[in-house]
């Protein structure tokens, strides 16, 4: 598939509850989408950008990263949410089980 393609297959996915995403652009391996309707101001844009946007478009040839226009995470919890969603395993590393609240709404084991 090409970024278009898939970019087109995530959007249908997100119209099923309000959202929408569009292609702006591709320059040097280098994805531009708008999230918009409903996800637009959605507190879970961040989450659904890095485990399901960004992933699917990274699987396409050429595409070295996905940029989301008026992204407004802090870049700190940015990678955050990047390191756990690579290992959601290790609690340990975001202060679960250290009286603290879990990132991923999972209670500490």
Same mark, same amino acid.
């Given at each position: 598939? !090409? ?6 297959? @995530?959007?249908? *996915? ?8 569009? /292609? /702006? ?5 280098? *994805?531009?989408? $708008? ?10 844009? =961040?989450?659904? @950008? %890095?485990?399901?946007? +960004?992933?699917? /478009? /990274?699987?396409? %040839?050429?595409?070295?990263? *996905? *940029?989301?226009?008026?992204? +407004? @995470? ?5 990678? +955050?949410? $990047? ?8 609690? !340990? +590393? ?13 209670? =500490? $084991?």
């Amino acid at each position: 598939m !090409n970024t278009r393609a898939v970019a087109d297959a @995530l959007s249908r *996915v997100m119209r099923s509850h309000g959202g929408a995403l569009t /292609l /702006l652009a591709q320059d040097d391996g280098v *994805v531009t989408v $708008r999230m918009g309707g409903m996800c637009g101001a959605c507190p879970a844009k =961040p989450g659904c @950008l %890095e485990a399901t946007i +960004r992933p699917a /478009l /990274l699987a396409v %040839e050429g595409v070295r990263d *996905v *940029v989301a226009e008026g992204s +407004r @995470l802090d870049p700190a919890a940015h990678a +955050r949410l $990047r390191r756990f969603l690579e290992d959601p395993d290790d609690r !340990n +590393r975001f202060g679960a089980g250290q009286g603290q609240a879990d990132p991923g709404g999972v209670p =500490p $084991r």
